[in-house]
């Protein structure tokens, strides 16, 4: 298997506010309280990102149980940001080195 072409599967294209793509490595999917969240880091560094900076997004399914459409929702509520974060640091301790 080609390692670039597993590199790119890891890759998600969301839209800014300003309606302009910005590409996410996708790094896991956290079960909390019964919702989902992804947690992304960015593909590209912007100017006004911390380095090495994650991004956790809530996903929202489709309402037709039948849709495969998934949407990212910002959250808002700093101790599910911090909880997810929390688990995520948890798992992926030997792969990452967190800076608190």
């Not at 079960?31 to 006004?48: F, I, K, R, T």
């Amino acid at each position: 298997m080609d390692e670039n072409n597993e590199e790119l599967d890891n890759i998600v294209t969301l839209k800014d506010e300003d309606g302009n793509d910005v590409k996410f490595e996708f790094l896991d999917l956290i079960d909390y309280e019964g919702e989902e969240y992804v947690v992304l880091l960015p593909a590209e560094e912007s100017e006004d990102a911390e380095p090495e900076e994650v991004v956790i997004l809530q996903l929202e399914k489709g309402s037709d149980e039948n849709s495969e459409e998934e949407t990212y929702v910002s959250v808002d509520d700093e101790d599910v940001l911090n909880a997810v974060f929390e688990i995520f640091k948890e798992k992926f301790k030997d792969e990452f080195n967190f800076v608190d």
